[in-house]
């Protein structure tokens, strides 16, 4: 609830790395081809101002690859099934804009912004909002707001792989520059895989792997307690 303009908001620090995320949520009519669905418009921004490495003007290909693998995290873990954004079939759906910007950027970028989307996504309060049949209007009830349903918790954990000997949690921005590798293990609250993102680099063993993701369930535990204990600090009684 950093934002106080956004329908729901994060701001994450993790070591020096510091992400924000605001979720605005507007209403559009859904695709014709899938008329039971709303929408989920996620970005990453690395603004100039986070870090010397980045300049100003259309997004590079940092922040795309980011806004992609975030994305894919969305889709692949069903954090939100978008029939559920729904409001009227074929006419109205909720479009959820979730932009994710960096303030500081000290590596570990996806695991930072994960995190701040799940925390935005889960401090978004919708209106009420029903069709007029008399009218075909939509009406919104701004004193009736409800949550989003939030199906999966899907947590990232990245690694940095020192030619497959050594593995680093957590890397900040000069540990991933040194690095030969690095992966990321996203999975939710029941120990599966969303999602596993390995940028090229150096291979990794299976049992290396393996290990990688018994970790990453360890972690996906500690975050999600954090979570659940601010946002229930933050919940009016």
């Not at 992609?68 to 873990?77: K, L």
């Not at 969303?194 to 970790?215: E, F, M, N």
């Not at 369930?217 to 946002?231: A, F, N, S, W």
Request: overall charge negative.
């Amino acid at each position: 609830g950093s934002i106080t303009t956004a329908d729901g908001s994060a701001l994450v620090k993790l070591g020096n790395t510091t992400v924000i995320c605001g979720v605005k949520a507007e209403l559009a009519a859904p695709a014709v081809d899938s008329a039971n669905k709303g929408y989920i418009v996620p970005n990453v921004e690395l603004p100039s101002l986070c870090a010397e490495r980045f300049r100003s003007g259309p997004p590079g290909e940092e922040a795309q690859a980011a806004s992609q693998f975030i994305a894919d995290v969305i889709e692949n873990s069903q954090m939100i099934v978008k029939e559920d954004l729904c409001i009227a079939n074929g006419k109205l759906a909720w479009v959820l804009y979730c932009d994710i910007i960096c303030l500081d950027y000290d590596g570990n970028l996806l695991d930072a912004s994960v995190f701040a989307l799940l925390a935005a996504l889960k401090n978004v309060q919708l209106p009420l909002v029903t069709i007029n049949e008399e009218t075909g209007l939509s009406e919104v009830n701004f004193k009736q707001k409800n949550p989003l349903i939030i199906r999966k918790h899907p947590v990232a954990t990245s690694f940095a792989i020192f030619d497959d000997t050594l593995l680093i949690v957590d890397p900040t921005a000069e540990e991933e520059d040194l690095a030969t590798g690095t992966v990321t293990i996203v999975t939710d609250e029941e120990g599966r895989l969303c999602s596993v993102h390995k940028p090229g680099g150096s291979p990794l063993t299976g049992a290396k792997l393996q290990d990688c993701i018994s970790r990453a369930i360890t972690r996906h535990k500690e975050v999600k307690k954090l979570i659940d204990k601010v946002i229930k600090s933050i919940t009016p009684k």
